[in-house]
């Protein structure tokens, strides 16, 4: 009975990655990747939030400078491993939904490039339906 549950389960997980028969590890490998991709766009977002609350302090000219450098030095790297990690998954799993939609927010929200995101939002609802 586990055993049916199981692969009922897995099933239904290799659907929503657009792709059949998945193997156990290949789900692992997609959350994982998920996950660190998911990570490397948060930090996109609060290095961004954080360039732009040093910029809002109206004390010491001279630290702000250095802060700033900083957190632009912080979100060009995380730009960078994210822009990467995306470009992998993209390339691996071409046919997920949820991963297309990810991609669609990164492309709002750090690039700020609503043409691209409307290319992802409509290769994920190709995928959906």
Known sequence: MYALKRKAAQDSKSSTLGQDGLRAIDLMEFDTGLEKTRRYHMHCLSSMKGFWRVLARQNSKNSSVDDLLTKLDEWESALRH????????????????????????????????????????????????
């Open 82 to 129: 994210a822009t990467k990690e995306y470009g992998w998954m993209l390339e691996k799993y071409q046919t997920s939904a949820q991963l297309l939609r990810m991609h669609a927010a990164f492309c709002d929200d750090v690039l700020n490039s609503e043409r691209k995101a409307m290319v992802q939002r409509e290769k994920a609802k190709q995928f959906e339906g």
